[in-house]
C-alpha cells in the first residue's frame, strides 16, 4: 500500500472511548519517520491531535486532548495506535494518520507540511 490506512472509528456517548489503528504504508523503514494524528471537524481546519517519534520514545499531545487521548506504536507491527477516553462531542471530527517525512532526530513534528504520507481518514462521531 502507497498510504496509512486508518481503522476504528465510530459513534459513541460523550464519555466513551475508541481505539483508532494505522496501518503504515510500506514506502520505507517505519522506524525511519514520525507518526501524527490530526483531526478535522466540519467547517474548521485541520488540526494536530497527536504525534510520536520513530523510537516511540517521545510524545507530543494538542492541550485539548491532554490527559484522555494516548499515543502508541508498534515498530514490529508498523502499527501506531490512538487511544481516545473520555470523548466530547467536540471530539467529533475526521481522524487523519500521516507519516512524517524522513526523520533524522526523534523529534515530532506538529505542521502538517512536515507529514508526507496521508490516509483517508475514520469518522469519529460523539454524541451529547
Known amino acids: 500500500q502507497v498510504q496509512p490506512v486508518e481503522s476504528g472509528g465510530g459513534l459513541v456517548q460523550a464519555g466513551g472511548s475508541l481505539s483508532l489503528s494505522c496501518a503504515a504504508s510500506?514506502?520505507?523503514?517505519?522506524?525511519?519517520?514520525?507518526m501524527g494524528w490530526f483531526r478535522q471537524a466540519p467547517g474548521k481546519e485541520r488540526e494536530f491531535v497527536s504525534g510520536?517519534?520513530?523510537?516511540?520514545?517521545?510524545?507530543v499531545y494538542a492541550d485539548s486532548v491532554k490527559g484522555r487521548f494516548t499515543i502508541s506504536r508498534v515498530n514490529t507491527k508498523r502499527t501506531v495506535y490512538l487511544q481516545t477516553n473520555s470523548l466530547k462531542p467536540e471530539d467529533t471530527a475526521v481522524y487523519y494518520c500521516?507519516?512524517?517525512?524522513?526523520?533524522?532526530?526523534?523529534?515530532?513534528?506538529?505542521?502538517?507540511?512536515?507529514?508526507?504520507?496521508w490516509g483517508q481518514g475514520t469518522q469519529v462521531t460523539v454524541s451529547s
Open positions: 510520536i517519534s520513530r523510537s516511540g520514545g517521545r510524545t
Open positions: 500521516a507519516e512524517s517525512l524522513p526523520a533524522y532526530s526523534d523529534d515530532v513534528p506538529r505542521e502538517s507540511n512536515q507529514y508526507a504520507y
Open positions: 510500506g514506502h520505507s523503514s517505519f522506524t525511519n519517520y514520525a
